[in-house]
């Protein structure tokens, strides 16, 4: 793992519940704000269910994916309070 990797999973370990950040804020947290498809990828690969990846979301406050499993990542966000249809 890059020590971008790790700076972006604690950036998004840090999202508060009831709360969300898009993938290019997590990027410019971890110190690169062109990394925003990274961070997307970081994501997507993450394994780890102490990290609350359906927090973050696209810039144009589209959900985006969620391993695959967007109907997950929806139904979390809205049981926190975090997304309106």
């Given at each position: 793992?890059?020590?971008?990797?790790?700076?972006?999973?604690?950036v998004?370990?840090?999202?508060?519940?009831?709360?969300?950040?898009?993938?290019?804020?997590?990027?410019?947290?971890?110190?690169?704000?062109?990394?925003?498809?990274?961070?997307?990828?970081?994501?997507?690969?993450?394994?780890?269910?102490?990290i609350?990846?359906?927090?973050?979301?696209?810039?144009?406050?589209?959900?985006?994916?969620?391993?695959?499993?967007?109907?997950?990542?929806?139904?979390?966000l809205?049981?926190?309070?975090?997304?309106?249809?």
């Amino acid at each position: 793992m890059t020590i971008f990797s790790e700076k972006v999973l604690e950036v998004a370990r840090n999202v508060q519940r009831g709360k969300t950040m898009t993938y290019k804020e997590v990027a410019a947290r971890a110190g690169n704000s062109k990394a925003a498809r990274a961070v997307g990828a970081i994501m997507a690969s993450n394994k780890d269910l102490c990290i609350p990846c359906h927090r973050v979301i696209r810039s144009d406050g589209k959900i985006g994916g969620y391993n695959g499993l967007l109907g997950e990542k929806r139904m979390r966000l809205r049981e926190e309070g975090a997304w309106q249809p």
